[in-house]
């Protein structure tokens, strides 16, 4: 296994919180059509607070900050985009 030096754990939380935001953006485009889109909100809130506490055992890593650089706004900005998308597509 390769050492977890800072550049691989940064690159390991956000692939993780990557793949999981594209994930739960097309699981909140299912859960918005069968009920609210606040509860899907809800529900994107509370995965990304268990994919941090996943990311932080991973890379070994505590912190707010380092978890806000390397993790928060990652997911956010593809979850949002990917929900944006997803939405689209099931539209048309």
């Known amino acids: 296994m390769f050492p977890m030096n800072e550049l691989n754990q940064s690159r390991v939380s ?5 793949a999981v935001a594209i994930a739960m953006g097309w699981a909140s485009v299912l859960v918005a059509s069968m009920s609210r889109t606040l509860f899907a909100a809800v529900i994107g809130i509370v995965v990304l ?5 996943a990311a932080q ?3 070994k890593q505590k912190g707010i900050k380092w978890w806000a650089a390397n993790g928060i706004l990652i997911y956010l ?3 949002f985009v990917s929900w944006t998308l997803f939405h689209n597509i099931a539209i048309a």
């Open 77 to 79: 900005l593809f979850w």
């Open 14 to 18: 956000l692939v993780m919180h990557t």
């Open 49 to 53: 607070c268990i994919t941090g506490f």
């Open 57 to 59: 055992r991973v890379t």
